[in-house]
Structure formats: structure tokens, C-alpha cells
């Protein structure tokens, strides 16, 4: 299943801007994957969801065993989904990975749910509104990124928490929060 797909017209799935991966946040500052793959012991099985051009695999210890999934095939047995059309791969895996991916998805809370479902261990990245109440200004340079959430940091870590997760590590990186989870343990407050 490649190409466009049928989707809603409120909030779609920008296919085309994804069509090539090769100039994203993610290649030219991978710090969210490096910190990432810190925590993922080696030989875990890993879900990347968005894995774009696949930085997150080049951080990973050698016996990871790595499973892309991303809007289009971007290699061989790279699984294809579209979240914001709740559509989401099948399957168990140590940990799930969503990099760079969040500010893109009509229902985040949907799509950390369902990772909930087939991990133990999970990363997610957001970049959320400078201000509690974002000022129009922001708002719109925020859709001009293309991004179509617009959650403060308060309401990101919410969304994880309500989905199931429970955060035990973050980290503030130029424009992010990175938060390690884990599917039982305390939250980190």
C-alpha cells in the first residue's frame, strides 16, 4: 500500500512533502535519535513510525533488530502507514519510536495509544507552543511548518500519560521534548 491514500480533507496527511526524506529536522540534527538510542539495549526488536530517512538506525546497537514504518516503502520490508488515517502497523516490539512525528498527526492520542499496544518502551518527540495560550502569530508559523497540533508542553506530557505511558525520562533539545516511556514505573514530574 504506497501513494496517496483516501483521506480526510480537514487536517490531511501532507504526502507530498514526505515524498523525500533526505533534508529533514531529523538528518540535520539527530540528537533526538542519538539520546534514543541510549536506552534501547541491544538486540531489542524497534518499531521507528516515521522513520524518514532512517537516522534512528544508525545510532542503535548492531543486534537491534530495526522495523521501519513511514508514509511511503523507503527499503525493503519497511511497513507503510498513515496515522492521521488510523492506520497503524501490527505486531510486538521492545520499544516504538515516533521522532519528529507528532506535530503531523490529527489525533496524537489515538496514535500513542495504539503504540502502547505493541510495546513495552516507547520515545516520542514533540515541539510544543512556546507560549501556554499560543498568540495567533505562533500559530501561524506553526502551520507554516506544516505542523496541524498545537499542544503546550503540559498537554503533550498529558496526552502520554492518558494513552497509558508512563514517563520516566526528559529531555529538553533546541525546539523538542524527548520523553522516554515506559508501559509501567513512576512518572518523572
Not at 18 to 37: F, H, M, V, Y
Not at 61 to 74: G, M
Request: aromatic letters at 12%; one cysteine or more; a positive charge.
Amino acid at each position: 500500500m504506497t501513494g496517496k491514500k483516501n483521506i480526510n480533507i480537514k487536517n490531511p496527511t501532507d504526502f507530498h512533502r514526505w515524498e523525500d526524506c533526505t533534508d529533514t529536522w531529523g538528518e540535520k540534527n539527530p540528537l533526538r535519535s542519538q539520546i534514543t538510542a541510549k536506552f534501547i539495549a541491544n538486540g531489542s526488536s524497534v518499531l521507528d513510525i516515521g522513520a524518514g530517512s532512517m537516522v534512528l538506525r544508525k545510532y542503535l546497537q548492531p543486534n537491534c533488530r530495526y522495523q521501519p514504518c513511514d508514509l511511503y516503502s523507503r527499503c525493503d520490508g519497511c511497513l507503510v502507514a498513515d496515522l492521521n488515517n488510523k492506520e497503524f502497523p501490527e505486531g510486538k516490539y521492545d520499544w516504538v519510536v515516533m521522532l519528529g512525528t507528532f506535530q503531523f498527526l490529527k489525533d496524537p492520542a489515538w496514535a500513542v495509544a495504539q503504540c502502547r499496544k505493541v510495546a513495552k518502551y516507547a520515545a516520542f518527540s514533540y515541539s510544543p507552543t512556546i507560549n501556554e495560550v499560543p498568540p495567533s502569530k505562533e500559530i501561524k508559523w506553526r502551520e507554516g511548518e506544516g505542523w496541524i497540533n498545537h499542544f503546550n508542553r503540559n498537554q503533550y506530557f498529558e496526552i502520554i500519560r492518558n494513552s497509558g505511558w508512563n514517563i520516566i525520562k526528559v529531555f529538553r533539545i533546541p525546539c523538542n521534548y524527548l520523553v522516554i516511556c515506559q508501559s509501567g514505573g513512576k512518572n518523572e514530574k
